[in-house]
């Protein structure tokens, strides 16, 4: 099978190695790529906004399936626009068409989703310029901290929470009045604040079956200790030692198969990845947010423990067979830690030369470990920075603190001016791993984001 995929991040260098292990990868694209896949594919120069361009490709290389990474083209509509064409629409498709994307690009209808289906999650009104004095109101009715929430896509950055009422209600008109975050902040959410612990969890659909992939926790500040400005993501680890069976049943029959039958109940079509961003709260499960794409760093953590074929996966997905599949996985732990430019996330280094990588960019003297390209290009045949995360070094060992001993010493020997990455990086769940985490309320940190 010939595969196209879309998106330049490291999630996508994770995506393209995982595929071509596949006995069903014939050859693999990626558009547009980066120094990182094209150790697995080739690179093409197209941009998913230009269909014109796109539609020619998928024609004249004769892909058979299209696997989307990033959330822009889904929330765009690039699914429907497949479908449309009387030509592109037998191409087998992973990812949501616009509808379906709702849960990622409109926080304000996955909340309204999610009541509809009973789907455990924090309080919450929504408001807009027309509605900003009852949202200045709601928020007299909360305690601190304040949760403000832009309703669209805000590139990660469109999440405050506050301490103070009077900046919270400064920033609500921020949001909606100045827009703060564009037009993804023309409506807010403002959320219940819930004090527990975040984790992730994965599932890949048909649209009325799903099959879990591996759960990961992953560490958005900036700071260590969970401090400073929020990011893409710091790192990742994978499994997580405090999801205990009983939490994941609680998972399952509370919020993955619900979110599954209401989508189909409302005649949303969804084929392709569900992401379940979640906080536990006296050791019950809540949903901070949807997205209707893989993760990252998560992914580097989550498809290098799969073991299953993973382009057999998205067949059966978007073939709709995914009935009574199941997911084979390692039981090795595996862990991320994100390399970032100097500055980062607010205004940050570009261009500078990265060392400690061979000739393919690649790292060959670390056998448990992989270098993922997050943010780089070639610059005179020299690799160079050109994103805010930079890379991802993603380690696997018999234990988790062995995989991070990996990743760490990876870390240290591949370097560019500026960098900067957390050393604390699965630090805080290892209380679940020397004791029997069914003894503790895995309740102790972390928020809404």
Request: aromatic letters at 8%.
């Amino acid at each position: 099978m010939r595969i196209l995929l879309i998106g330049s991040g490291g999630r996508e260098h994770a995506l393209a190695k995982k595929m071509t292990e596949s006995a069903l990868c014939e050859a693999l694209f990626i558009a547009p790529g980066n120094p990182g896949t094209a150790q697995h594919g080739e690179n093409v120069p197209i941009d998913w906004k230009d269909f014109s361009s796109l539609r020619s490709f998928i024609l004249q290389e004769r892909i058979g399936l299209v696997v989307v990474g990033p959330e822009d083209p889904l929330v765009d509509g690039l699914r429907d626009r497949l479908e449309a064409d009387a030509v592109l629409r037998s191409v087998l498709f992973i990812g949501p068409g616009q509808s379906g994307a709702r849960l990622e690009g409109s926080k304000d209808f996955s909340k309204e989703f999610m009541a509809r289906h009973g789907i455990p999650t924090a309080g919450y009104a929504s408001f807009t310029a027309d509605t900003l004095e009852r949202g200045f109101a709601f928020l007299e009715t909360l305690s601190p901290p304040y949760v403000l929430k832009a309703d669209g896509l805000a590139a990660g950055k469109g999440v405050l929470i506050l301490s103070d009422v009077i900046e919270a209600k400064k920033e609500l008109r921020a949001m909606v009045m100045d827009a703060k975050f564009g037009a993804a902040s023309s409506t807010v959410v403002i959320e219940e604040f819930l004090n527990g612990i975040e984790f992730s969890v994965f599932a890949l659909t048909d649209g009325q079956q799903c099959v879990l992939l591996p759960e990961a926790k992953d560490y958005k500040r900036i700071g260590e200790g969970d401090t400073g400005l929020n990011t893409g993501g710091m790192g990742a680890v994978s499994p997580v030692p405090f999801c205990t069976p009983d939490l994941m049943e609680k998972v399952v029959n509370r919020i993955i198969h619900p979110t599954v039958k209401g989508l189909h109940a409302e005649g949303i079509p969804y084929t392709g990845f569900l992401f379940f961003g979640l906080i536990v709260v006296d050791k019950e499960p809540f949903v901070i947010e949807y997205n209707c794409r893989m993760g990252d760093p998560e992914t580097e953590v989550v498809f290098p423990r799969i073991t299953e074929d993973v382009v057999a996966l998205f067949v059966a997905a978007a073939q709709g067979t995914l009935q009574n599949r199941t997911v084979a996985l390692t039981s090795k732990a595996q862990c991320a830690v994100v390399s970032v430019a100097e500055g980062y996330p607010e205004v940050y280094a570009k261009g500078d030369e990265i060392h400690g990588l061979d000739e393919n960019h690649a790292i060959s003297d670390a056998p448990n470990s992989i270098v993922f390209h997050a943010g780089t290009s070639l610059k005179n045949g020299q690799l160079v920075t050109s994103g805010g995360r930079v890379l991802v070094v993603s380690s696997q060992g018999d234990t988790l603190n062995e995989a991070l001993s990996s990743a760490f010493g990876v870390v240290k020997k591949v370097t560019y001016r500026g960098q900067n990455y957390r050393r604390d990086i699965g630090k805080d769940v290892q209380k679940w791993i020397i004791s029997d985490p069914r003894a503790d309320d895995p309740s102790s940190s972390g928020s809404n984001k």
